[in-house]
């Protein structure tokens, strides 16, 4: 799989928000699903959110259910997360990728993710 493309991350409050935006690099979206992950230093990558490109159900982490929406943007060929109410533990890159299979429920649903958008949360 080509990596799709991540943006718009940066430096964000304690309480602010960011959207994330992925796109699939010049192309449609061509799997049946896609997701979010996120890596901090030292830590393993943890699954933050996926999305059924077909039915648009979504799923989420614990730890983001309630913050944080994936969606996604037909017209502009996008999908994004939106976070909300951030927390410091929130600190990590993000990263997008595609799910051949159509399951997007943990990281080994999904195939190449992408180079990543950092997000740092600090007061």
């Known amino acids: 799989q080509v990596q799709p493309v991540e943006s718009g991350g940066g430096l964000a409050q304690v309480g602010g928000s960011l959207r994330l935006s992925c796109t699939p690099s010049?192309?449609?979206?061509?799997?049946?699903?896609v997701g979010w992950s996120r890596q901090a230093p030292l830590r393993t990558r943890e699954f933050v959110a996926g999305m059924s490109l077909s039915t648009g159900a979504t799923d989420y982490a614990d730890s983001v259910k309630g913050r944080f929406t994936i969606s996604k943007d037909n017209a502009e060929n996008t999908v994004y997360l939106q976070m909300n109410s951030l927390k410091y533990g929130d600190t990590a890159t993000y990263y997008c990728?595609?799910?051949?299979?159509?399951?997007?429920?943990?990281?080994?649903?999904?195939?190449?993710w992408g180079q990543g958008t950092q997000v740092t949360v600090s007061s």
């Open positions: 990728a595609e799910s051949a299979s159509g399951h997007y429920n943990e990281v080994a649903d999904f195939g190449s």
């Open positions: 010049g192309r449609a979206f061509s799997s049946n699903a």
